[in-house]
């Protein structure tokens, strides 16, 4: 049966998929929480999905060249059970996703994985060139993967994997964005070893948890 939008739209809690429990038109902290505060500058709370990762592997790959500076408390903040609306972790990043990052060195708080590579990439002075071409060029593709990946998961992994039901236009749709997109990167990567150029860089770091992963069946 066609399906006609209403004038005025309500929330339907119980409209199923896989994050319904969770999600709401709202924004805010549902329950005080305090987050817990580690020994480290670099305190990072977050959990393993690809936009989790991202920040991991940028910690991980700044330690291994030796940056101590880079030693980091790790927090899990498990977003099934909603802890990611706590007011501690609200706080830290008003739109309850994670990753999110508090530098207790600075006292800043660092939210949306895209920043928080620039900001690491920027205090560590690793995988985001000064040089203006080369700067641009992997900030074009790393703005690009945090304009696309939501095409990905959003779109088509939430369609294909979580929806209640499989619905013909929107898997259709998003398969074919999803298609496009990995021949960009296919493209790209035909003429150049890594996305921006000759050098890995935070635009590498951010890709690889998604179309990486998807190119290897893990998604
Ligand atoms: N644009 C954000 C996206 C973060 C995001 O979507 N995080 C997801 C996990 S991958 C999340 O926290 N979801 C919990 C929720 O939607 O309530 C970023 O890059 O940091």
Redesign the pocket.
């Known amino acids: 049966m066609a399906y006609t939008p209403p004038t005025t739209w309500t929330w339907d809690a119980q409209n199923g998929g896989k ?1 319904s429990n ?2 709401r038109p709202i924004a805010g902290a549902t329950f005080d929480k305090e987050l817990p505060l580690g020994q480290h500058p670099l305190q990072l709370y977050s ?1 393993g ?4 990762v ?1 920040v991991t592997a940028m910690l991980e790959e700044l330690l291994a060249l030796g940056h101590e500076g880079a030693e980091y408390d790790a927090w899990l903040i498990p ?1 099934s059970e ?1 802890a ?1 609306f706590g007011s501690g972790f609200v706080d830290l990043n008003p ?5 999110a990052m508090l530098d207790q060195d600075t006292g800043l708080r660092i ?4 920043s ?1 590579l620039i900001y690491l990439a920027e205090k560590f002075g690793e995988f985001l060139p000064k040089d203006i071409a080369q700067r641009t060029e992997t900030l074009n593709w790393l703005f690009w993967l ?1 304009g696309s990946a ?1 095409y990905l ?1 959003g779109g088509f992994g939430h369609f294909y994997a979580y929806a209640p039901e499989k619905f013909e236009y929107p898997i259709n749709r998003f398969s074919m964005e999803a298609k496009r997109q990995l021949d960009v990167l296919d493209r790209n990567l035909a003429e150049r070893q890594f996305l921006a150029g000759d050098s890995y860089s935070i635009a590498d770091i951010a890709t690889a948890p998604w179309y990486g992963a998807l190119v290897k069946g893990l998604l």
């Not at 999905?49 to 989790?52: L, Q």
């Open positions: 994050f969770i999600n959990q999905t690809p936009n989790g991202k977003i909603g990611q739109n309850s996703k994670i990753p939210f949306e994985s895209g928080i945090h939501p998961g």
